[in-house]
Structures are given as C-alpha cells and as structure tokens.
C-alpha cells in the first residue's frame, strides 16, 4: 500500500519549528481508507499537533543569537569608523587653526590664567565669579573650554550657557568681560592668535547675553560681533 507521510511546520526567526511528528496515512489498495493500524497511529500522532520540539527550538534561538551578533558588530564597527573619522577631521582643523594663528595649549593657559587673574580683582566682574569654590579646577575646565573653541580639540565636555543663566549677567558684564578678555589677548598672543580669540569671545558674549534676557522676559540683538 502507498503510504503518504506529510510534516506540518512553522518558521521561527530563520530555522523551521516542527509541530508534529509525520503523519501516516495508510490508503487500502484502490479504496482511499484508512486501515485500522493507520487509524491507530494517527490518534496517537493526533495529541503531539502543536508541540514545538525542544531541538528545533534550541536551533532557532541559535540562529537568531548569531544574526543578532553579527548586526551588533556591524553597528559597533561603523560607529568606531565614524568616531575615527571624526577624529581625524578634528586633527585636520587643529593643525589648520596652528598653522594659520600660531596658537599653542601653552597660549591659551597663559591667556586664561591671566585673564581670570584680573577678573577675580574687578570690581564688576568679582563678585560674580566670587561662587567659584575651586579656581585650580576651574582654569583646568576654561583652558579645554578655549581649546575646544579655537583648536577644536575636544577637550571639554559641558554646558556653559546652562552655568551662566542663572547669574543674572547684564549688558555692563558683557562690556567688562570683553573688555579685559580682548586686552589680554593682544598681550598675550600674536596679531592673527588675538583677532581669533576675540572674534570667538565677541560671538560667546553675544550668545550668552541673548540668552539671559531671553530668560529675564525680554529681547536683545547681537552687538559685540559690531565691536570696533
């Protein structure tokens, strides 16, 4: 007699779950029926429908761990590519802005120590800054703050513009601040180092002042890029 032994099954991710066992059907010679011994088997097979076999699971959460390995090193490997990529276009900015001003780390230190130095003394600006508990910690935070900004280094990481809204800054802080920052510039660093800096602090000042009367309810335009 010809025998028919039929699989039912499902995908589960990218391998195939088998829910029975093959299925017999034992046909009598030319009359399409069932034989006892096929009724027989197929009752018994007929309680295994649904069952999801526990090697056929075991394969199928092995395929998917491996597909899902191999996405997480794809995405790891490309995020690494653009953080590289990144990098180098930072260092090709850095020397550029060198090569172009001649400024160095040990300038912008000399610049900001001295700066600050007469900023703490100021009879305006003093008090303001009088909230700082730490000045060593302090400089080291407003040294990579400046490299960042004139020779895209990187180096800091933070929100100075969340820092400085709550101390209430008006437009006299502004002038002062520039005041003293562009005179030390142009004694601190050659003509093309300074007209960086100050161009840079001009566009800080005017941000950081918008800002906080943005804040205070009010609205101010920018002025100190105009500075002559």
């Given at each position: 007699m010809p025998t028919f032994r039929g699989r039912i099954?499902?995908?589960?991710?990218?391998?195939?779950?088998?829910?029975c066992p093959p299925y017999d059907t034992?046909?009598?010679a030319g009359a399409g029926l069932e034989t006892p011994a096929a009724q027989s088997r197929n009752l018994r097979q007929d309680k295994d429908v649904g069952r999801i076999w526990p090697d056929d699971v075991e394969r199928a959460a092995r395929g998917n761990a491996g597909n899902n390995e191999r996405k997480t090193k794809d995405m790891s490997d490309?995020?690494?590519a653009e953080r590289e990529a990144a990098a180098a276009r930072r260092n090709l900015l850095t020397q550029d802005a060198i090569e172009r001003t001649g400024i160095t780390e040990e300038m912008i230190g000399e610049l900001v120590t001295r700066f600050y130095g007469r900023v703490?003394?100021?009879a305006r600006l003093g008090p303001v800054f009088g909230i700082v508990?730490?000045?060593d910690e302090h400089l080291a935070k407003l040294k990579d703050f400046w490299s960042s900004v004139v020779l895209m280094s990187g180096r800091y990481h933070g929100s100075p513009m969340r820092a400085h809204l709550p101390l209430s800054l008006v437009g006299d802080?502004?002038?002062r601040w520039l005041d003293l920052f562009e005179q030390?510039?142009?004694?601190v660093c050659p003509p093309p180092a300074a007209a960086l800096f100050i161009d840079k602090a001009r566009?800080?000042?005017d941000s950081f002042e918008m800002a906080s009367a943005t804040v205070s309810g009010s609205i101010a335009a920018p002025r100190h890029v105009l500075r002559s």
């Open positions: 099954g499902l995908m589960v991710g990218t391998a195939q779950v088998r829910l034992d046909q009598g490309r995020l690494k703490r003394e100021d508990q730490n000045w802080h502004f002038d030390t510039a142009r004694e566009r800080i000042a």
